[in-house]
């Protein structure tokens, strides 16, 4: 989001005539990735936290400028005391807890994105609340995943949100919670939709909009498919299964609130808003068309006992109880009678630790540069058109799912 993005979006609002809705905003441009290497810098103790936190002052107040005109709006000074926090924070000695930090720091660009957009709404003729969703959304102490507390939150909610959106426009932060030591947690990186279904969900509304720089669900991501199609209408299961393969454009765990109350789901696109966009709801039917999901940068780790015996379940439950520890996901996986296979996220710290760790009680071989596609309702003709020049290391297939693991030809070990 940039300040063409805040005027659009007040168009949008405009011509929607609503005067009862929430707006969950999220960060703005790619500033939680400059925040996150703000977080990383401080904690590892590098000597340019001051320079990385000027570029991000200055992008935001670039974008104050092109929006308000008038630099005496109170809205400037509203950012300035926000990234006061952040300085109070630099200002100390890094501690032992990395996540805890992260939260505090990363955060911040929610907050800062929603005073921008409530200032501009009210500038612009729109009546509209700043609302903190840290007053609402109710999490443990899991810094950086938070597990939301649905019984408090929804009660508070009730209680004290659904008022005020019932007779104004409310504009929140996606992402973020708080814990009930008052410190503020995130949700997971993208997780701005699933803070909208969680508001959602407990306001009771009549439907979810989430706008887009796509024209809706597509059945490719463009960066890897030079033709894609909308797919104008998801069931909720399989958009569930989609985002759990990793289907970016939404966050894995909108689907689950929304459903449970049958509150539909409308993924539509910010730049063509009249656009038909997406429709996400309890109707079952198959895709229209094969949907296709890659994820690059795999590492394939093949997990075998130092004996030959048999891969049991009690092998299984240890070897699942080390990636729950070491927080590494397991995309797709094959078992068989003495190996365990998985395909995961390369993330180089973290999977050198969870490999010593295996390495302890098994032999463990592993290849890194892979890549992993997920065909929903395929056939062989999707599966030959995404593997030309590549080698396979693993196909897994169910009724309507096939996931391969695989590495161009050409690749140099």
């Known amino acids: 989001m940039n300040a063409d993005a805040v005027k659009n979006l007040a168009g949008i609002i405009k011509k929607s005539g609503h005067q009862s809705l929430l707006i969950v905003v999220s960060a703005m441009g790619k500033m939680t990735n400059k ?22 002052k200055a992008y935001h107040f670039n974008i104050l400028n092109d929006l308000f005109p008038n630099h005496q709006h109170p809205v400037y000074n509203d950012v300035a005391n926000t990234f006061v926090e952040i300085e109070w924070l630099l200002e100390e000695e890094a501690n032992d807890a990395p996540d ?74 996606g992402f973020i919670g708080n814990t009930s030591e008052n410190f503020t947690t995130t949700l997971g990186r993208e997780g701005s939709d699933y803070s909208a279904a969680i508001f959602t969900s407990c306001l009771n509304a009549t439907a979810l909009t989430i706008w887009k720089d796509v024209p809706g669900v597509l059945n490719a991501d463009p960066k890897w498919f030079d033709q894609t199609e909308r797919i ?20 894995p765990k909108t689907i689950k609130p929304l459903q449970n109350k049958n509150i539909p789901l409308y993924v539509k696109s910010f730049i063509i808003p009249e656009g038909e966009g997406t429709q996400i709801n309890s109707v079952i039917s198959k895709l229209p068309v094969p949907s296709f999901i890659f994820k690059v940068n795999q ?54 630790k969870l490999i010593a760790d295996l390495s302890v009680r098994y032999k463990v071989k592993y290849n890194k540069k892979l890549e992993l596609v997920t065909i929903r309702y395929y056939n062989q003709d999707t599966i030959n058109r995404v593997t030309v020049n590549k080698d396979i290391l693993l196909e897994v297939k169910s009724r309507h799912t096939c996931q391969i693991v695989m590495k161009d030809k050409s690749a140099v070990e």
Do not use: C
């Open 232 to 251: 104008p209408q998801l069931s909720y299961h399989d958009a569930i299964e989609l985002t759990y393969y990793g289907a970016t454009v939404i966050h």
């Open 35 to 56: 925040l996150e290497e703000l977080s990383n810098a401080y904690n590892f103790g590098e000597d340019n936290t001051h320079e990385l936190l000027e570029e991000i």
């Open 299 to 352: 590492v394939l780790i093949s997990i075998l006992p130092k004996d030959f015996s048999f891969i049991i379940e009690e092998n299984l439950s240890d070897i699942f109880s080390l990636f729950h520890q070491h927080k590494i996901k397991v995309n797709t996986m094959l078992n068989s009678a003495i190996s365990f296979s998985v395909s995961v996220d390369d993330d180089a710290e973290k999977i050198s």
């Open 100 to 173: 805890y930090i992260y939260d505090q720091i990363v955060s911040i660009g929610e907050v800062i994105s929603t005073k921008i957009v409530a200032a501009y709404l009210n500038e612009d003729g729109t009546t509209a609340t700043w609302v903190d969703a840290r007053n609402f959304i109710h999490t443990d102490n899991t810094y950086r995943e938070g597990k939301v507390d649905w019984e408090k939150t929804e009660a508070d909610i009730q209680r004290n949100l659904l008022p005020l959106v019932e007779k104004t426009i409310a504009v929140t932060q």
